[in-house]
């Protein structure tokens, strides 16, 4: 089994940063994409960013040029750059990754359970 634990989210003023993390542990062969998805109040869930293996990205349009999206491979870790934080960037931020497990295996998508980023002042 493979688990995602994010970490990082807190409350934040306009205007300000933050990074948020998110590992992969257990049985992990490989890992493909990875990407930051979030959900506020009363909507949908929505994708914020996702990088590929090789480090191709793309972004929401909401965020780009405000938000990064990195990758540590050696560490299965995704972690996502947060800059001028607007308060309608308050939701949770899951992490989404795809995993294979053994050599051959089937390609499993998996999620964190979330961390809360509230942008008030």
């Known amino acids: 089994q493979v688990q995602l634990v994010e970490s990082g989210g807190e409350l934040v003023q306009p205007g300000g940063s933050l990074s948020v993390s998110c590992v992969a542990s257990g049985r992990i062969f490989s890992i493909n994409d990875m990407g930051w998805y979030r959900q506020a109040p009363g909507k949908q869930r929505e994708l914020v960013a996702r990088i590929t293996r090789g480090g191709s990205t793309n972004y929401a349009g909401s965020v780009r040029d405000r938000f990064t999206i990195s990758r540590d491979n050696a560490k299965n870790t995704v972690y996502l750059q947060m800059n001028s934080l607007k308060p309608e960037d308050t939701a949770v931020y899951f992490c989404?990754?795809?995993?294979?497990?053994?050599?051959?295996?089937?390609?499993?998508?998996?999620w964190g359970q979330g961390t809360q980023v509230t942008v008030s002042s």
């Open positions: 989404n990754m795809g995993v294979v497990m053994s050599p051959g295996g089937f390609l499993r998508n998996y």
